[in-house]
Structures are given as C-alpha cells and as structure tokens.
C-alpha cells in the first residue's frame, strides 16, 4: 500500500462562539478568537489517500483528479469566505482546527475514487495544525 | 478547564500539534568512553567547548473534540504549560549543564524522550507524539515506545 498526499491551500475568515454561552464565558474561553467581527488565515490542507499501485497507470489515483476534487469540495466553498457565516457545517459548530480538519474528512469521505482517505491535516499556520484520521 | 478535554466523550478523537522553537548548545559527549572513543563516535559534536542548534519542537496531543469548544484542549493552557516546563528550562541554556543530561549523553533522541515526558505531566489532553528537529536535515520522533503511533501519525 502506497501513502499519496496531495496539498492545497485557502484563505477564510472565522471567529470562535458557542451560542449557549453568555458573552462573558466566550471572551474567557475563546479569548481574542472570540472577536464577532472575524479574523482570518491562509490555511494549508494535506490530503493523504492510501490505496495499491495501478500496475497499469503506475498510480494510486490520478493526482489531477484529486485536485480537482481537492478544488470542487473544499477550496471552492472555502476559500475567500467567512467559515462561521458562509459554510453550513459551521452554523452550529465552532471553526476550529480540530473541526474544520473533521470537517473536510465528511466531505471527502466518499469522493476519492480507487483510494481510502487515510488523514486530513489542516495547518492554520505552521506552528499549528490538528489531523483527523476518521476516528469518531 | 474542565470545558475543554473531552476524554470519555463521544466527539471525534482528533490530534493537535503545536510547534515550538528553542536555541541551545551541547556537547556529544560519554564519560564511559575514551577521549579517542568519544572523538571517533561524535566527531565534531565531540568539541569540548560546545556546539549549538535551533530546536524545533512539535508536540502532537490527541483527544476527543469537545462538543462545546470543538477543541481537544486549551491552546492558552498548553502553551503556557510548554513555557514554564519547556522553554523557560530548555531555550538559551547549555544542555549538557542540565539535571537531565547529567546521566544521558545530550543526543537529540534523549531530548526527545525527556520531552515527552516532559508533556506526558500536561493535564490537558495526552501526549501522542513528540518530534524534535535538531536541523532543518535531521529529525527524531518518540511516542512512548508505541511504534504504532508513530506509523500512524
């Protein structure tokens, strides 16, 4: 079994709330990730498939197709938004790392043809990033 | 902060890694070996006056997501714990100088144990994985002896 990883990058704004708490209890938790008006970063994602080697093709998938897969179900709907306002996973679950790593993984989970979904990295920057391997 | 790890939660297990940099000198040194040994085994790292690097230190905790903070523990509370036992001992100081290299040769794999078992005391979520860079050319990993972590992370 061969490990392809495959990266892409996107830029969005969020900001961290969980609405059964006073505003007080946010601001204590969350601290400045709690400012309503967002903030933003240029986040990188690593897509890692496993599968065989094609004897024919040489691949584990077609590295073109996952980007492209890569683009239709992830980078297209964040990339340039507001997580918190604008993706619907979001509307009821904070944006962080953590979630947003388990949140591409549902996206992906089913979409990658001739190959299992083995991790999804999220980099929010490079002193920080959370990795989901479908644990749940 | 009880809001945050969720351990017998039934969110999600997730990993979180946070990179940390330190600079400090050491010398690769054994007090079992002979002079000659000792330059035969650590060449230049065997310089009595001492040599230096700039530490990169990635510390990977798992945990279940907390449903309400959808973190697997509190970054503030990591890192302030990674400042007072990691950095405030580690960063700036001659290694071989240390209580916990007065038994161990300074190698990066030492200091890669006593790191995890430095955060192995981190109450926020547990140590899965520590891996220090000691150049942008050489990295070291431990996971407590779990060989399995290691492949799978």
Not at chain 1, 12 to 34: I, L, M, T
Request: charged fraction near 25%; hydrophobic fraction near 35%; aromatic fraction near 10%.
């Amino acid at each position: 079994m061969i490990l392809l990883t495959r990266k892409a990058e996107f830029s969005s704004a969020h900001y961290y709330w969980n609405d059964a708490w006073p505003a007080e209890q946010n601001a204590r938790v969350f601290g400045k990730c709690a400012n309503k008006n967002g903030h933003g970063h240029n986040y990188t994602l690593e897509v890692t498939v496993a599968g065989e080697v094609d004897p024919v093709s040489g691949f584990v998938v077609d590295l073109k197709e996952l980007k492209d897969i890569l683009e239709r179900e992830v980078v297209s709907v964040y990339d340039h938004r507001h997580l918190n306002l604008e993706v619907p996973e979001f509307a009821g679950r904070v944006p962080t790392t953590e979630n947003i790593a388990i949140a591409i993984w549902e996206r992906l989970e089913d979409k990658i043809p001739h190959a299992k979904l083995h991790r999804v990295r999220v980099y929010e920057m490079p002193e920080l990033f959370a990795d989901y391997y479908g644990e749940r | 902060m009880a809001v945050f790890a969720s351990p017998t939660g039934t969110g999600p297990k997730a990993y979180l890694s946070r990179r940390y940099r330190l600079s400090a000198s050491h010398r690769l040194h054994s007090d079992t070996f002979s002079e000659e040994k000792n330059w035969a085994v650590y060449g230049k790292c065997n310089n009595p006056h001492g040599h230096g690097h700039n530490y990169v230190v990635e510390v990977t905790l798992g945990g279940r997501v907390s449903p309400t903070t959808g973190m697997v523990c509190d970054l503030g509370e990591l890192d302030r714990f990674a400042q007072t036992n990691l950095l405030a001992r580690f960063d700036h100081m001659n290694l071989n100088t240390l209580p916990e290299f007065r038994d161990a040769v300074s190698t990066t794999e030492n200091f890669t144990i006593e790191v995890y078992r430095i955060f192995e005391r981190f109450a926020g979520a547990k140590v899965e994985r520590v891996r220090v860079e000691e150049t942008s050319n050489n990295s070291f990993e431990y996971a407590g002896g779990r060989t399995g972590e290691v492949e799978r992370l």
